[in-house]
């Protein structure tokens, strides 16, 4: 009888199988160990494939956390609606934070002029729904290669019961190992594609079959140029006398409040041609589409110390 020799079997695993599996991981730990955490789910690509990593993590029971998406009222239709969709056919809940309600409520301010926007209001709208929900973990988004600000988060970024960052502040993370301890009112963000890239975030679309919102791939619509960037013609945006419009084929590389996310030139019309289109490019996606992230790092670690996501 012959006998097989289980060391001429190799077992390759691919790079997304080990982000995958790692983000499963820190989901599974962030359930086990909090009592009440939330994911926050825009209907962008980088939520829509920590949505999907949520359902394999726990299917196939249901979702054990609500979603959560800041809302400033200038979201582009087509993200609202693939959001709404989203969750329904999960039947998952979704708590919508409202920028407009923070206004209304006086909470903010908003700005005035040609480039005002309510991108910046959104930390006052999170921190207040946070509290007001008693979430001790928000799953995030963000991935360390965006900028150097993000570079610097950990997996599980604390933050104090001002709903502040502090570098200096964070703790240890030793392989797999999270501290979790918070006191009340203190709470961690949690970024499980932390080491994911923009083209790991596509190739893993295309191997999972996600669907996406349309806006992401090429389309006809009018834009007018500001700062070498394409902005959307939509009653939120303000534009001056010297910025024409014009129509042209474009995409999104991501998608945000309207007022300050801008879209690129492009024909990639399938998964497969955005991936060859981003694996060219060396500009990233937040440098070429996001006005308000045009600033420097010392800028952006500012932001964040306020509780910016």
């Given at each position: 009888?012959?006998?097989?020799?289980?060391?001429?079997?190799?077992?390759?695993?691919?790079?997304?199988?080990?982000?995958?599996?790692?983000?499963?991981?820190?989901?599974?730990?962030?359930?086990?160990?909090?009592?009440?955490?939330?994911?926050?789910?825009?209907?962008?690509?980088?939520?829509?494939?920590?949505?999907?990593?949520?359902?394999?993590?726990?299917?196939?029971?249901?979702?054990?956390?609500?979603?959560?998406?800041?809302?400033?009222?200038?979201?582009?239709?087509?993200?609202?609606?693939?959001?709404?969709?989203?969750?329904?056919?999960?039947?998952?809940?979704?708590?919508?934070?409202?920028?407009?309600?923070?206004?209304?409520?006086?909470?903010?301010?908003?700005?005035?002029?040609?480039?005002?926007?309510?991108?910046?209001?959104?930390?006052?709208?999170?921190?207040?729904?946070?509290?007001?929900?008693?979430?001790?973990?928000?799953?995030?988004?963000?991935?360390?290669?965006?900028?150097?600000?993000?570079?610097?988060?950990?997996?599980?970024?604390?933050?104090?019961?001002?709903?502040?960052?502090?570098?200096?502040?964070?703790?240890?993370?030793?392989?797999?190992?999270?501290?979790?301890?918070?006191?009340?009112?203190?709470?961690?963000?949690?970024?499980?594609?932390?080491?994911?890239?923009?083209?790991?975030?596509?190739?893993?679309?295309?191997?999972?079959?996600?669907?996406?919102?349309?806006?992401?791939?090429?389309?006809?619509?009018?834009?007018?140029?500001?700062?070498?960037?394409?902005?959307?013609?939509?009653?939120?945006?303000?534009?001056?006398?010297?910025?024409?419009?014009?129509?042209?084929?474009?995409?999104?590389?991501?998608?945000?409040?309207?007022?300050?996310?801008?879209?690129?030139?492009?024909?990639?019309?399938t998964v497969e041609e955005i991936i060859e289109e981003i694996a060219a490019t060396r500009i990233t996606e937040r440098g070429a589409t996001r006005a308000d992230d045009r600033a420097s790092e010392a800028a952006m670690e500012d932001r964040k110390?306020?509780?910016?996501?």
């Open positions: 009888m012959l006998q097989r020799d289980l060391r001429s079997h190799k077992y390759v695993t691919s790079q997304l199988d080990v982000l995958e599996a790692e983000a499963i991981h820190i989901m599974r730990e962030v359930a086990a160990e909090f009592e009440r955490p939330c994911l926050l789910f825009s209907g962008g690509k980088d939520s829509i494939v920590m949505l999907r990593i949520a359902e394999k993590a726990f299917w196939p029971a249901p979702l054990p956390f609500p979603l959560m998406h800041v809302d400033t009222g200038h979201n582009f239709d087509e993200v609202i609606d693939f959001r709404d969709r989203r969750a329904d056919e999960l039947g998952a809940r979704l708590v919508v934070a409202s920028v407009q309600d923070s206004i209304d409520a006086g909470r903010v301010t908003e700005e005035t002029g040609r480039r005002a926007s309510r991108n910046r209001l959104q930390t006052t709208t999170l921190l207040d729904a946070i509290e007001e929900h008693e979430f001790d973990a928000v799953f995030g988004g963000a991935r360390r290669d965006e900028e150097k600000a993000r570079a610097k988060e950990r997996v599980f970024s604390f933050r104090d019961d001002f709903g502040q960052w502090d570098p200096k502040n964070q703790r240890p993370e030793l392989w797999n190992l999270y501290n979790s301890r918070i006191r009340k009112g203190e709470h961690i963000r949690v970024f499980p594609l932390s080491n994911w890239t923009e083209l790991d975030i596509w190739d893993y679309i295309r191997r999972e079959g996600i669907e996406i919102p349309s806006i992401y791939f090429a389309h006809t619509r009018k834009v007018f140029e500001r700062d070498g960037m394409l902005l959307p013609d939509a009653p939120v945006v303000q534009r001056g006398e010297d910025e024409p419009l014009f129509e042209t084929v474009v995409r999104y590389r991501t998608v945000g409040d309207m007022t300050c996310t801008g879209a690129v030139q492009s024909t990639a019309a110390r306020e509780g910016y996501f």
